[in-house]
């Protein structure tokens, strides 16, 4: 009765409703100030010309910032670094990752060791990572050095432009692997040994288990870990920008859609053209995502 009689009571829920929203308003306001409000005035930015010297000035120009996508040819070649990087990076490192999980948690000796080992590049500095990479790969550095040692021929890895993109690409997958290593080595903790063994009493070898047992029990798994790396790749900015000293060189190789919005922004002044840039980004990573998630059949299968 003391339940009906609070249905019927419209005070009594109004109340509850105000509590409610009194306890998420801190939450809406950084939503609203951090998140909705830079979407809004992006927006604002994207279908404005910005005039930012001799005082802050909007002229409105339409999809003209849009436009200005299609006809620039450096936003061409940063889309298809872009693409190239994420297409190597993301299976890659994903691969790596569940190969050094699946090796860990068969009872190699010494794997806490191995760890810790393997997850230190994940927790250094990206930008002390780089540059320990440049000093491999400059023309006097360990790379050149081992090759003349051993008698081959040496190369200008940073300066050679079909190269210099791969360069950024070996280093991040060494370093990102180890952390989605471990989120892959938890998920198979939480596999019952009971599958394997009933498994292995049916005939199955290491092989068949891992096919037909880890790999479909991983796929929500292989799902996050596979999209968090898509939209991490799509962002690359910090290394391209040490490797290039902020050119994206040599011959636009490095350049990435990341480093083009940073250049648009804070080299060229152009608010409006960088805004237009980063919703294009921003599309592409939603799309890409939505048909991951289509291939993948979701998180929940």
């Given at each position: 009765m003391e339940i009906y009689r609070r249905r019927i009571n419209p005070r009594w829920n109004i109340s509850e409703?105000?509590?409610?929203?009194?306890?998420?308003?801190?939450?809406?306001?950084?939503?609203?100030?951090?998140?909705?409000?830079?979407i809004v005035y992006?927006?604002?930015?994207?279908?404005?010309?910005?005039?930012?010297?001799?005082?802050?000035?909007?002229d409105f120009i339409g999809l003209g910032n849009?436009?200005?996508?299609?006809?620039d040819e450096r936003v061409g070649i940063a889309l298809r670094n872009t693409a190239e990087y994420v297409a190597v990076v993301v299976p890659s490192q994903t691969i790596l990752a569940l190969l050094l999980a699946v090796t860990l948690n068969s009872g190699v000796r010494g794997k806490n060791s191995w760890r810790i080992l393997f997850f230190l590049p994940t927790v250094t500095s990206s930008a002390v990572l780089t540059l320990i990479f440049m000093w491999i790969y400059n023309t006097d550095g360990l790379l050149n050095n081992l090759l003349a040692f051993v008698g081959l021929p040496t190369h200008n890895w940073l300066g050679d432009p079909s190269?210099?993109?791969?360069?950024?690409?070996?280093?991040n997958i060494w370093s990102t692997a180890p952390f989605y290593m471990v989120i892959y080595l938890a998920a198979l903790q939480d596999i019952p040994q009971k599958l394997y063994e009933a498994a292995a009493l049916d005939g199955a070898n290491w092989w068949q288990q891992f096919i037909h047992i880890t790999i479909?029990?991983?796929?929500?798994?292989?799902?996050?870990?596979?999209?968090?790396?898509?939209?991490?790749?799509?962002?690359?900015?910090?290394?391209?920008?040490?490797?290039?000293?902020?050119?994206?060189?040599?011959?636009?190789?490095?350049?990435?859609?990341?480093?083009?919005?940073?250049?648009?922004?804070?080299?060229?002044?152009?608010?409006?053209?960088?805004?237009?840039?980063?919703?294009?980004?921003?599309?592409?990573?939603?799309?890409?995502?939505v048909i991951q998630q289509r291939i993948f059949g979701g998180e929940g299968n």
């Open positions: 409703t105000l509590t409610g929203y009194i306890f998420i308003l801190p939450m809406i306001l950084v939503l609203g100030c951090f998140v909705i409000l830079p992006a927006v604002f930015l994207s279908l404005h010309k910005v005039q930012l010297l001799g005082g802050i000035e909007y849009f436009t200005r996508l299609v006809e190269v210099a993109l791969k360069g950024i690409m070996l280093m479909p029990i991983l796929k929500p798994v292989t799902f996050f870990v596979v999209a968090i790396g898509i939209i991490g790749t799509f962002q690359l900015f910090d290394q391209s920008y040490i490797f290039s000293a902020g050119t994206g060189g040599p011959n636009n190789a490095t350049l990435t859609v990341v480093l083009l919005i940073y250049q648009a922004v804070f080299r060229n002044l152009q608010m409006g053209y960088a805004a237009a840039i980063a919703f294009l980004l921003a599309a592409i990573i939603i799309s890409v995502t």
